[in-house]
């Protein structure tokens, strides 16, 4: 009787498997893993050069979020919006957000597209409902912090704002948006240790998860610091607020071209089968 192919360990975290190992019958050990999959999937060769590959949607979520990135770190610039003028400061913002949605749109799209599809369907659904896959949540949750950065961003443009309107919308979905980056950030990065913590320096995906948890953290301080009183319409603490965007957005900055590098490095033997999907 041959020997078939087994499960040989799961890496769990929570409700999530991040990892699969199989042994082959010829005794050899095949490992899935979950960013990995996403990121290369089987089969499919990198396109074009790591720096310069706009076939390629993994360049463009990078660029993407680079151009994004850049944009808030600019408009947190201690002198710039003395400099434009606080509205054009706005507008930078702004900008920079739908940047940052137009990536996490490519990034989730990119998970749906990694994950399972129904037998025969003719094409891939947008909206899908996977709460077992780890990578969903991440996407789906980041994709949902960027549009509450649009509308807090947006209605930063306003001029004709009462303090409890500047609080209601700037202050409140700017919160919203960074607890659903810092969320989405933990996420991606229990996806690539399998775990709390892990050491992987030589680990692309490592390097990328480290800097955007740490750039989410300064969003998040951002986000205390630039709360706006309903009562007076000031924020808690201006200097903080910005320089808590400047360090989140320079550390997200860093991130996206990281992907570039991991989008083209040589990969080995990932497990293709559909019972490590994750789901």
């Known amino acids: ?17 991040t990892f ?3 042994v082959r019958p010829d005794g050899a ?21 790591t720096w310069w ?10 660029i993407l979020f680079a151009v994004g990135s850049l944009l808030f770190a600019l408009g947190a610039v201690p002198g710039y919006a003395s400099a434009i003028g606080a509205r054009w400061d706005a507008l930078t913002f702004f900008i920079g957000s739908l940047f940052f949605t137009a990536a996490g749109f490519l990034t989730y799209r990119e998970a749906v597209d990694a994950g399972p599809q129904a037998p025969h369907a003719a094409r891939r659904r947008f909206f899908v409902f996977q709460p077992r896959r780890i990578d969903w949540w991440a996407t789906a ?15 930063a443009l ?9 609080h209601q919308h700037v202050w409140r979905p700017d919160a919203i948006g960074s607890v659903c ?18 050491w ?21 301080v951002s986000a205390v610091a630039g709360y706006i009183s309903p009562a007076t319409g000031q924020l808690h603490n201006a200097e903080r607020s910005n320089l808590g965007t400047l360090v989140g957005a320079v550390f997200f900055l860093a991130g996206a071209l990281l992907l570039l590098p991991e989008r083209t490095e040589e990969v080995s033997d990932p497990v293709t089968t559909s019972s490590t999907s994750g789901t």
């Open 29 to 49: 050990v095949a490992r899935w893993e979950s960013r990995r999959h996403r990121k290369h999937p089987p089969g499919a060769a990198a396109a074009g050069s």
């Open 20 to 22: 699969v190992e199989h």
């Open 141 to 155: 949750v980041q994709l949902a912090g960027t549009l509450f950065f649009n509308v807090s961003t947006g209605n």
């Open 53 to 62: 590959a706009p076939r390629s949607r993994g360049w463009w979520i990078a």
């Open 1 to 17: 009787m041959p020997v078939q192919d087994r499960a040989d360990l799961e890496g769990d975290v929570g409700p999530f498997v």
């Open 158 to 166: 306003r001029v004709d704002l009462t303090a409890p309107a500047a």
């Open 200 to 220: 992987r320096p030589r680990s692309w995906s490592w390097w990328i998860t480290l800097v955007n948890l740490v750039g989410s953290v300064a969003f998040g």
């Open 181 to 198: 980056f810092l969320v989405a950030s933990a996420m991606a990065w229990f996806e690539v240790c399998h775990g709390w913590t892990a």
